[in-house]
């Protein structure tokens, strides 16, 4: 008998297709709006992680606030998702939302700064350190335009990268290892280039294979999240960014850290909690509340070199920027957000409600005897039906169980609770309440106890 994760195939099979059932029976109206309306857009939604869900149908979202997302049928779900990130400090948080009503009716859109322009740039420094600022509307253009500067400023070819990592659709990110090899990605979409010619990939908490790949003298950048969070979850080892610090350094490669998940750690992001010292910072996502914002910020060294870059450079587009970023509407949501919403209150509610959902599944976990894992990144949380901690993006591949993972989905989301698709994380926003929590943490345990049956 075939076991994913300690429970029988069959049964993870079978409870998945009565969850579709229970699932689809429950929206007649989504059904109907769906069978009306979803024919413009290809393959039927409007963008296609969209038909990677669980659910037999996308749920129809009709309104959302501070944790609680309601779809088209009335049902009133807690939102653990919060839209993988963006919505990390809940859903329209009110000033957020008061600064885009008052910013609405004045221009949305300039290619000009404004005042609050100024005061974000202030606040940016405040809160994630005595960088130079630029704003891009999405953390994949983020990263590349930081990718764009380290190769100016080292005059390198590569980036490196951790096997099993994602940084947004980067492409010289999308590479993988196999048998020991850098390789480019096999999924990706009308790939005509090798990308093992501007990018290498060695395993996380490695750092013999990172010295080993730096000492080729080809490397621009270190691209990295603090803690891997696009696969199942893996923490870095003791020692592991001072280890990364030190060889960036000696090898004179930019160290890039992509904050974009790890901004749950804590005010400032893991940079600010554990004192790393990155040479640029990007994140994106929640930075601005929800409003499609990213910041990337060069240390004033970084900046000083790259000022002396471009002002030898030829004339002529630099490959970096786009038309909507830096707009009106972006920096009053940075702003509210940063001064209003990303406060210390906000983030002790967000790590004492990660906390008590850590707990309580881990128990869950440990009484059925499962042998899976639980780990935390600050308000992140995400269960891992495999046991840990993992290592790097090879266990956390091998960890990775998607039937298994989508059918717990699908009957936590029949329970009232939405979590991540794609993997298994859990987000605590300022405005999630210990009930909620306990919810989800009853959940899991009647849907496990159902597998196990
Ligand atoms: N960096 C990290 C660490 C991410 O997790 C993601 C998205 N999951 C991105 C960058 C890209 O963000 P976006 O899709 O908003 O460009």
């Known amino acids: 008998e075939t076991r994913i994760g300690g429970i029988a195939a069959a049964r993870i099979a079978a409870f998945a297709a009565e969850e579709a059932k229970v699932y689809a029976a429950a929206r007649p109206r989504t059904r109907a709006a769906l069978a009306a309306g979803a024919e413009p857009w290809l393959a039927g939604v409007p963008m296609h992680w969209m038909r990677d869900w ?9 309104a959302a606030k501070g944790a609680l997302i309601e779809d088209l049928d009335g049902h009133r779900i807690d939102d653990f998702c919060l839209g993988d990130t963006g919505s990390m400090f809940g859903h329209s948080p009110a000033p957020v939302a008061r600064a885009i009503r008052a910013q609405a009716g004045a221009g949305l859109t300039y290619m000009l700064p404004t005042e609050a322009a100024l005061q974000a740039g202030q606040l940016l420094c405040d809160v994630f350190g005595p960088m130079r600022w630029q704003v891009a509307t999405t ?72 010295e080993q790949a730096l000492a080729a003298g080809d490397v621009a950048a270190i691209l990295t999240e603090p803690v891997m969070t696009n696969s199942c979850m893996v923490l870095p080892a003791p ?4 280890g990364l610090r030190d060889l960036a350094s000696r090898y004179g490669a930019v160290l890039i850290l992509d904050e974009t998940h790890t901004i749950s750690s804590g005010l400032g992001g893991y940079t600010r909690v554990h004192g790393l010292k990155p040479d640029i910072f ?13 910041v990337w910020g060069l240390t004033p060294e970084i900046a000083a070199r790259f000022a002396a870059y471009d002002a030898t450079r030829p004339s002529g587009h630099s490959g970096m920027g786009t ?39 881990s128990k ?90």
Not at 282 to 294: D, E, I, L, S, Y
Not at 324 to 353: C, D, H, I, K, W
Not at 411 to 431: E, K, T, V, Y
């Open 54 to 62: 669980p659910q037999p149908f996308p749920m129809l979202v009709a």
């Open 364 to 453: 869950a976990v440990s009484r059925r005897k499962l042998p899976w894992h639980v780990v935390r990144v600050g308000a992140r949380v995400e269960f891992i039906c495999a046991p840990g901690p993992l290592r790097n993006g090879f266990d956390a591949a091998r960890a990775h169980a998607p039937a298994l993972e989508a059918a717990l989905h699908i009957g936590l989301l029949n329970r009232g609770c939405l979590i991540a698709p794609f993997h298994n994380m859990m987000l605590i926003s300022p405005a999630t309440t210990r009930a909620q929590i306990d919810r989800l943490i009853a959940a899991f345990d009647a849907v496990t106890a159902q597998l196990l049956e």
């Open 282 to 294: 990007v994140v994106g996502k929640c930075v601005a509340g929800g409003v499609p914002t990213a």
């Open 139 to 210: 953390a994949t253009d983020a990263n590349r335009f930081a990718l764009r500067v380290a190769r100016a400023v080292t005059g390198r070819r590569k980036v490196l990268v951790f096997d099993g990592c994602y940084h947004g659709t980067v492409d010289d990110a999308m590479v993988c290892l196999e048998g020991g090899k850098t390789v480019s990605r096999p999924g990706l979409v009308g790939q005509v280039e090798d990308l093992s010619l501007v990018a290498v990939a060695v395993p996380f908490n490695d750092l013999a294979a990172v």
């Open 239 to 242: 020692g592991f960014h001072d």
């Open 323 to 361: 038309t909507l970023s830096a707009n009106p509407l972006q920096f009053a949501a940075l702003v509210a957000t940063l001064s209003q919403v990303m406060t210390p209150a906000n983030y002790a509610r967000m790590e004492a409600g990660a906390a008590r959902l850590c707990a309580g599944l």
